[in-house]
């Protein structure tokens, strides 16, 4: 496709479930990135991506959540016994550039609600 | 601490005026800075990237400033128009992340 694919675009589950969230990059761009934001706030970095390795996961809050890219394309973020405050958009982008030297181009967002 | 700082007020403009959105940041020296639009729902969308070493960057109606003495970006929209009502968030780099702020939402009438 021409853009950053992120699927679902919405997704309800109840706490204590697991999640997986998907993102397809544009073809080509070896950086990936995985964003979470919150209503009134700006993207909260949670993982970084160069090929398949993740080389930065930083931003990953806890040890519930887990992101891979097996072959340097498609990527997946999954969360583990989810909770109330995991609710927000996931946002995924790309970029041709490393290490976030170049402009970035989002997805459209995974919005999460654990209810 | 490291901070990024936008308007979280809205910022109510006149359609034909220049809109002014302000990024101020503590404790970064970034290499250069981004500015983004966000319309609701949607993911945000880069407009301008500027370098430390470019005081100025033009793209059509917008204009973005660097002063990295003042640890401050200004975005500008000339002849501003209701499609230009959004979100504009600023980002820095900070080694190979970028870093946000929270963004100024415009707000353009008619």
């Known amino acids: 496709g021409a853009g950053v694919s992120q699927t679902p675009s919405n997704k309800v589950t109840e706490k204590g479930k697991y999640v997986e969230l998907r993102c397809d990059p544009i073809s080509g761009h070896t950086a990936l990135y995985w964003y979470r934001q919150s209503l009134g706030q700006g993207p909260e970095f949670l993982i970084y991506?160069?090929?398949?390795?993740?080389?930065?996961d930083s931003g990953l809050p806890n040890d519930r959540f887990f992101a891979v890219r097996p072959e340097g394309s498609v990527s997946t973020l999954k969360i583990q016994r989810t909770e109330r405050g995991d609710s927000a958009v996931y946002l995924c982008a790309s970029s041709l550039g490393t290490g976030g030297t170049g402009e970035l181009f989002f997805g459209e967002g995974s919005r999460l609600t654990v209810l | 601490s490291q901070k990024i700082e936008q308007n979280s007020e809205a910022l109510n403009i006149q359609e034909g005026k220049t809109a002014t959105l302000t990024c101020n940041y503590t404790?970064?020296?970034?290499?250069?800075l981004q500015w983004y639009r966000q319309d609701p729902g949607r993911g945000p969308v880069f407009l301008l990237l500027?370098?430390?070493n470019e005081k100025e960057k033009r793209k059509e109606r917008l204009k973005v400033t660097f002063d990295t003495t003042l640890k401050q970006s200004l975005f500008h929209i000339t002849a501003s128009q209701p499609a230009d009502s959004a979100t504009y968030l600023c980002?820095?780099?900070?080694?190979?992340?970028?870093?946000w702020g929270a963004g100024t939402k415009l707000i353009i009438k008619p």
């Open positions: 404790n970064y020296s970034p290499a250069y």
């Open positions: 991506f160069q090929g398949t390795g993740a080389a930065d």
């Open positions: 980002a820095l780099n900070s080694n190979y992340q970028l870093i």
């Open positions: 500027i370098r430390e």
